[in-house]
Every structure is written in structure tokens, then in C-alpha cells.
């Protein structure tokens, strides 16, 4: 059972350049998130899909796109990539009802210069 | 804005001692749960203990309890008999609706 599985694990992008962080779950889970984590400011909220068709912004949404391409499938597009873009992002996914763990990918280390 | 305050940016405990981790939060919901969730150096995230916001009953999870004061928008995390595997950055996490919002997260030190 692979759980939540996201590539690439580790991209190093020029500044402007463009890329997409892809995100697979196979638990059957409506649910699915993309954070990122810095230092000091923990995991910050960057998009959400509730359910399959859906898609949310969260906390920090600026410079970041993303697609729900079906139930298992949520993807992390970003632009024209910044310095300030420079972090670990963890896609994560967990059952619709309340009160449910979620449950993390590994994590993808990006770096932009 | 529902917001997740962790003011301790550091923590250190003796080993076999006990440790409370602080958070506060914010949030206008009357229905909600809080969760610790502890990150090794692995970066896996790993569920402590969750709490519904309608059990006034404090959550318990064999050497992790919480201290819940919903009035106080407080959500404080015990672990006692401290071993050195407790050590990890923890966070605490707010969810309503669907989404779930994080702390900036506490790093515990455990000194054998």
C-alpha cells in the first residue's frame, strides 16, 4: 500500500521557470491538500479539493496553481517560479468526514535560484 | 481567519520527565477537531492524539494527554515519562470544514 505518493522528490528550478509537482493517493480519500513547510512557519496551507472536481485556495495560494485530474490525482503547478518558492511541499489526502488523520507524502525539496 | 498559535518555538525535557507543549487558536466554528501531529527527522507525520471540540473530556493517548480549555481557545499537549524517541518537532492543527490549518510547530529535545 504506497499510501500518498509525490513527485518528484527533490528539483532544483531557475528563477521563471515552470514545473509541476505531481501528487497520487491511493486510499480511495475525497480529500486532498498541498502544503508547504519553512522553517519557523510550519506547514502553510496552499490548496485544498475537498472532493473530486473541486479545488480551494488555502493560506498562500499566490504563484501556485493546481489540478484535481480525478479522484486520486491533485497536482501543484507553479508558473514562473521565485525564490521565495523555495521550500519542502507535502501533498496530503484523508477521508471526507471530520475528525480524520491525514495522511502525508513524503515531501518534495524545491529549490529555485 | 481560523488561526493555530504554537509559542514555543523550543522545548528541552530529561528523559523520563514530563513536557507541555503550548498552543492556542482561533477560530469562529462552534464545531471543530485539534490534533497533535509530531514530524521526526524522517518528515513523516505521524497523529499524537485529536480532540472534538463538543467532549469536554481531555484526550488521552497512553503518555500523551491534552489539556482542553475551549472557553480559553487553549489545546496544551502533555507527554510524560519523556523517552528519546519523543523527540520530533510537533504541531498542532486546527480542522474545520475541510480544511486543516498548522502551527509554526514546537521542536522537543530529549537529553538522556
Known amino acids: 500500500n504506497a499510501g500518498v505518493t509525490q513527485t518528484p522528490k527533490f528539483q532544483v528550478l531557475k528563477t521563471g521557470q515552470s514545473m509541476t509537482l505531481q501528487c497520487a493517493q491511493d486510499m480511495n480519500h475525497n480529500s486532498m491538500y498541498w502544503y508547504r513547510q519553512d522553517p519557523g512557519m510550519g506547514l502553510r496551507l496552499i490548496y485544498y479539493s475537498a472532493s473530486e472536481g473541486t479545488t480551494d485556495k488555502g493560506e498562500v495560494p499566490n504563484g501556485y496553481n493546481v489540478s484535481r485530474l480525478n479522484k486520486r490525482e491533485f497536482s501543484l503547478r507553479l508558473e514562473s517560479a521565485a525564490p521565495s518558492q523555495t521550500s519542502v511541499y507535502f501533498c496530503a489526502s484523508r477521508p471526507l468526514n471530520s475528525g480524520n488523520t491525514i495522511y502525508f507524502g513524503e515531501g518534495s525539496w524545491l529549490t529555485v535560484v | 481567519a481560523q488561526t493555530v498559535t504554537q509559542s514555543q518555538p523550543e522545548m528541552s525535557v530529561q528523559e523520563a520527565e514530563t513536557v507541555t507543549l503550548s498552543c492556542t487558536y482561533d477560530t469562529s466554528e462552534s464545531d471543530y477537531y485539534l490534533f497533535w501531529y509530531k514530524q521526526p527527522p524522517s518528515r513523516q507525520m505521524i497523529l499524537v492524539i485529536r480532540q472534538e471540540a463538543y467532549k469536554q473530556q481531555n484526550a488521552t493517548e497512553n503518555r500523551f494527554s491534552v489539556n482542553f480549555q475551549k472557553a480559553a481557545k487553549s489545546f496544551s499537549l502533555k507527554i510524560s515519562d519523556s523517552q528519546l524517541g519523543d523527540a520530533a518537532m510537533y504541531f498542532c492543527?486546527?480542522?474545520?470544514?475541510?480544511?486543516?490549518?498548522f502551527g509554526a510547530g514546537t521542536i522537543l529535545r530529549v537529553k538522556s
Open positions: 492543527a486546527l480542522e474545520y470544514g475541510n480544511k486543516l490549518v
